[in-house]
């Protein structure tokens, strides 16, 4: 059966967000910005500095926490109606 609780994923908008990208070539690892709470933070997966960058990602997944706030906001509107 199709699970049409999970988010059609092409579905969402994707827009340019700061990131911070590790400064290792042989590395991919990075983080968004909200999550980096030093200065410049260190990559968690080889531990290099990182490099302010720019990504394209999808504007509903920010966060867990926006995902579940957006779902929220989503369940109130129906409420409401
Ligand atoms: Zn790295």
Redesign the pocket.
Known sequence: MYNSRKLPLDMIPSEMTEIWS?M?ES?N?WIRDNYAFETVPT?N??M?PMNRSMKSLPILLDSSYDLKLTLKRIAAKKEND
């Open positions: 590790c290792k590395c690892g990559c997966q080889c290099s």
